[in-house]
């Protein structure tokens, strides 16, 4: 069983900056991948980004292309997204979430990721 802790969430302008992490209970083997989708009130859950453990490149969705980042430190057990020029459409319920990948592209489906954290809340003011 993996459990998924995320952190980081918070109040901030819009233009600023945050860092979100999800501690990951227990070493990944390298076939794990790590995602994290965000719910805005009243939508559905969107993929925002994806790693995997030790290879490739992340993927990410249009809308925070080239202003978050998806990163991990293997040797922590944590993934981070790391979000800049934050927008008051980027106020959501962030998670974290993670499934067993094999030798699969990464996912942006939501049912394909097995494990999932509690959410953090970021809210972007204008």
């Known amino acids: 069983q993996v459990q998924l802790v995320e952190s980081g969430g918070g109040l901030v302008q819009a233009g600023g900056s945050l860092r979100l992490s999800c501690a990951v209970s227990r070493r990944t083997s390298s076939t794990y991948a790590m995602g994290w989708f965000r719910q805005a009130p009243g939508k559905e859950r969107d993929f925002v980004a994806a790693?995997?453990?030790?290879?490739?490149?992340?993927i990410y969705a249009d809308s925070v292309k080239g202003r978050f980042t998806i990163s991990r430190d293997n040797a922590k057990n944590t993934v981070y997204l790391q979000m800049n020029s934050l927008k008051p459409e980027d106020t959501a319920v962030y998670y974290c979430?993670?499934?067993?990948?094999?030798?699969?592209?990464?996912?942006?489906?939501?049912?394909?990721?097995?494990?999932w954290g509690q959410g953090t809340q970021v809210t972007v003011s204008s």
């Open positions: 790693i995997r453990r030790n290879y490739g490149i992340p």
């Open positions: 979430a993670a499934y067993y990948i094999g030798s699969s592209s990464l996912s942006r489906r939501e049912r394909d990721y097995a494990y």
